[in-house]
C-alpha cells in the first residue's frame, strides 16, 4: 500500500563521537583578509600622518590646521549627548567590532578542512562541491526523482522527492549511499547526514 501524497521521513542519525586522534587537523583555514587589512592600514596611516604632521608644525611653532581647531572647537562645544556625537561613536564601535570579529574569527566558511595524508599538505573542499558529489550519488538511487543537498560545517540536509518505490526503502537506501559517500569526501570533520523522502505532488 503507497503512502499518501506528502508523507516526509525525517531519519536524522546522531552525529558521531569525537575521537582524539585527528583533533587537530580538524581546525579551519584562516583568512588572509587582505582587504580590510589594507584599507585599515591605510587610513589609519592617513590620519596618523595627519596627526604627526600638525604636531610636528605646532612644535616648529606654525599655528595649527583649520581641521583640527574645527574639530577641537567642535568636540568642546557640543555635549555629549549630542546626535553626531552620537552618530560618530556609534560607527566607530561598530567599526571596532567589526574588525574584531574579522581578526578572532577565521573567515573562510565554505570550506570544510580534509582529512590530512601529509603532515605538511593541508587541504579543504568547498561546499558546493561537496553538495554536487552528495547530489549525483542520491540521483543514483531508484526511485529517486529530484533532490536537493545543502552542506554546512555540521551538517548536511538532503531533501529528496520519490516518485515511486516505498518511501521507508528509498530513505534506507539513500542513507546507505549518502552515508558512504560523506565517508569518500575524505573530511575532517564529516558532516552529520539528515535525510528527508517525500513523495512526488504529481498524481497520475
Known sequence: ????????????PP?????????????????????????LALVTLVI????LYD?????????????????AQQLARRPL???WVLVG??????????????????????LLTMRRTHPDVRAALHRDAAATVLRDRAMEVA???????????RRADVRAVSHFRELDEVHDDLDAVLTEAVRGLGLARPPALSVR???SGRKG
Open 143 to 153: 526511485g529517486v526523482q529530484s533532490v536537493r543537498v545543502r552542506v554546512r560545517r
Open 48 to 51: 596618523a600622518g595627519a596627526f
Open 15 to 39: 552525529p558521531p563521537p569525537p575521537t582524539e586522534a585527528g583533533r587537530r587537523e580538524r581546525r579551519r583555514f584562516w583568512s588572509a583578509r587582505r582587504v580590510p587589512a589594507a584599507l
Open 1 to 12: 500500500m503507497s503512502e499518501p501524497t506528502g508523507t516526509v521521513l525525517d531519519k536524522t
Open 81 to 83: 549627548d549630542d546626535t
Open 197 to 199: 523522502v517525500r513523495r
Open 55 to 71: 604636531i610636528a608644525a605646532v612644535r616648529a611653532d606654525r599655528p595649527p590646521m583649520k581641521w583640527r581647531r574645527e574639530l
Open 89 to 110: 561613536a556609534g560607527v566607530a564601535t561598530a567599526l571596532g567590532l567589526w574588525l574584531l570579529l574579522l581578526a578572532l574569527t577565521p573567515g573562510l566558511r565554505p
